[in-house]
């Protein structure tokens, strides 16, 4: 699809980020992020490690992690 119109959600705990896109968890990250956290970078094996910059039309941040049927349902 469009990634310009494309819904992501990212959830962030103490020990694990998990990503959404399109309804579906797509990705999961186990391990120490920094918590200054200020950009975010993408790879994935269609890229052949090729940094690729997205703009964001708007992004909202909730203080708690949202639950799997909440960021499913914000990506759908």
Not at 43 to 65: C, D, H, P, R, W
């Amino acid at each position: 699809g469009n990634v310009a119109n494309q819904k992501f959600a990212m959830v962030f705990t103490n020990s694990q980020i998990q990503f959404y896109t399109d309804g579906s968890l797509v990705g999961t990250y186990n391990g120490v992020y920094s918590s200054d956290l200020h950009s975010l970078l993408f790879v994935n094996s269609f890229s052949l490690g090729v940094e690729t910059k997205i703009n964001l039309k708007q992004y909202i941040l909730f203080t708690n992690a949202l639950s799997n049927e909440e960021a499913i349902n914000l990506t759908t």
